[in-house]
């Protein structure tokens, strides 16, 4: 990438809970494989061809067949806030524009030569359970999915897009109580308008956060033994499975292989020691399991778009 077409970042992270990455430049991209987190893309400006894919696990499943419902209740037609579900998996975003992924989907988005700028931002799981719950619309059992992947003409969201992108450009006092509050009222917004909330009795909270309890101690090993490598049979012992079928059924709740998300729980590990330590970044690869330097900066670029030296580098301080 030429100067010219250098992207320029900008970060501001709370982790575990969220994390809010401004990008601007031409040629940008995104693309990733199934994460743990929540995502939302706001497009601030240009335009960018996306391309997705949804995650089969349990709460995608009753989204779609919920759509499916509502369009054989009217005669076919699917109407509303039902047609999104059902929408195609690509496409091309404009200014004003949001994408939404849900945990164990695959986002990827580029834009072609003209200037283009985004909003990138992450959430936990346990996060958005807990503002849901806080806002009166669910209870922190429930499973929230997206009905819409493409979200089109809704001028409120794309004005808190443009307030965040204003916000992390300046650094100026009070940043972090800003941003949070913007980050808040945005995922408010999303759940009232987009989202599908699911009563789910095997949900519970545990030290590794909001998990499906099938799967819950083989989570916490995960969480618990970043810093390692682990096999397939390891954490499929620690369910009590197969290791064949714990891995469909890790996929069937999750939408992800289990080291798809051992490596987006990596990732984000590996995140939070860059913002909240001065740990040199091949300290922070062994600690999150990368001897290999050169592995390290791979993965994380896959997971975030950028290195780890630039990922520290783009970090607001609010």
């Known amino acids: 990438m030429s100067p010219a077409e250098q992207a320029t970042d900008r970060i501001y992270t709370r982790p575990p809970h969220f994390s809010v990455h401004l990008r601007a430049g031409r040629r940008l991209r995104l693309a990733g494989g199934a994460a743990a987190d929540y995502a939302a893309l706001l497009l601030v400006d240009g335009r960018l061809r996306w391309r997705a894919a949804r995650a089969g696990n349990e709460a995608t499943t009753a989204a779609v067949e919920g759509a499916a419902a509502t369009s054989k209740a009217s005669g076919g037609a699917v109407k509303g806030r039902a047609m999104s579900a059902v929408s195609p998996e690509s496409g091309e975003l404009a200014a004003g524009g949001a994408l939404l992924a849900a945990p164990g989907d695959e986002l990827n988005a ?15 799981p346990v996060f958005v359970a807990d503002c849901a719950a806080r806002a009166g619309l669910s209870r922190t059992e429930m499973v929230v999915s997206f009905r819409a992947r493409e979200v089109r003409g809704d001028e409120r969201l794309a004005r808190l897009a443009r307030d965040l ?154």
Do not use: C, W
């Open 165 to 318: 992108a204003d916000e992390l450009r300046e650094e100026a006092a009070g940043q972090g109580l800003v941003v949070s509050a913007l980050v808040e009222q945005a995922l408010v917004h999303l759940l009232r308008r987009y989202a599908n909330l699911r009563r789910s009795a095997h949900l519970e909270l545990s030290r590794a956060g909001l998990v499906d309890r099938r799967i819950r101690l083989a989570v916490e090993l995960m969480h618990a033994h970043l810093n390692r490598d682990l096999s397939l049979e390891e954490i499929a012992a620690a369910a009590y499975l197969s290791p064949f079928h714990f891995a469909r059924l890790f996929k069937k709740l999750t939408g992800a292989t289990p080291h798809a998300y051992l490596a987006s729980l990596r990732a984000a590990r590996a995140q939070q020691l860059l913002a909240e330590t001065d740990l040199p970044v091949t300290e922070v690869g062994a600690r999150v399991g990368y001897m290999s330097s050169s592995h390290f900066a791979r993965a994380f670029r896959q997971a975030t778009g950028i290195s780890p030296r630039a990922y520290r580098k783009a970090l607001v301080r609010g």
């Open 110 to 124: 580029a834009g072609g030569g003209a200037h283009a700028e985004y909003v990138l931002v992450r959430l936990s």
